[in-house]
């Protein structure tokens, strides 16, 4: 069974690196560029997703209220925040275990690390993805 992400993120070039770096990690990987469409697609598979990374000033929505409706419904799920604007809003993180705010413009090597603590904070497997990452570095 193939892990399950969700990115919602509103930049193409954006979201196609986020795609890229789960793919290497064997997600299949959902896209939206609004908090309704993501609200859409988490709906249909809410307890699935593994990770779920949401561009916190969405021009559609509401980053951080679509991140306490998803958390709400699934308590578990490793939830990346990212943003490029500080925001006092945004420490409500910071009691959140199974949360984590990346800053943009992030580097690759903190993408990776991401998906890296998904994968180690929920006991998957990803020996195999160690050789893939090396080979993109």
Request: net charge negative; charged share 25%; proline share 3%.
């Amino acid at each position: 069974m193939k892990n399950v992400a969700l990115v919602v993120e509103e930049e193409a070039l954006v979201c196609s690196l986020i795609t890229h770096v789960l793919a290497i990690f064997d997600f299949e990987v959902f896209h939206a560029e609004s908090e309704l469409n993501a609200l859409s697609l988490f709906n249909k598979r809410e307890k699935e997703y593994r990770y779920i990374y949401i561009d916190y000033n969405l021009r559609k929505g509401n980053g951080l209220k679509l991140y306490q409706t998803i958390r709400e419904r699934n308590p578990s799920v490793l939830i990346v925040i990212a943003s490029g604007m500080p925001d006092n809003n945004l420490l409500v993180l910071n009691s959140d275990v199974n949360s984590l705010f990346l800053p943009k413009p992030f580097s690759l090597d903190d993408l990776i690390k991401s998906v890296q603590r998904t994968m180690e904070t929920q006991n998957y497997e990803y020996d195999d993805s160690q050789k893939r990452i090396a080979a993109v570095m």
